[in-house]
């Protein structure tokens, strides 16, 4: 059951390379806008949402792994800032759908910004919670 210790982390390392992702064709995109060559944004949004969808999970998995070990829940720096890269992946992702519908391009800054701290925050949120394994 040892092994059960390492499913969250790899776990959530394989969806932080997702986000990353998300972010370099987000980047793309936004460059591509800058010079007036439209670039597609399909994989983005496709992405962007299987990263939106999922964090619930990785919360979850992350609160269960730590009541497993017995360990007091949101205590950590870690699970501070897994929390703020959630806030902002998510409400990231839900300017995103806007967007996607229809909303002013006004929101497109904020989108941007919101994503990619909740990466950026994501990032440091993984060097924490190497502190924090078993």
Known sequence: MRWLAYAHPIAMLALLA???????EGLRIRRGRLLGRPVPSARHRRWGRWVVLVIPLGLASGIATMAWR??????SVHSRLVLGAAVGLCAGGALGLRLERGAGARLRG???VLGATGVLLGLVAAFAGFAILP
């Open 18 to 24: 997702l986000a990353v992702m998300v972010l370099r």
């Open 70 to 75: 017995g360990e007091p829940l949101i205590a």
């Open 110 to 112: 904020l989108h941007a």
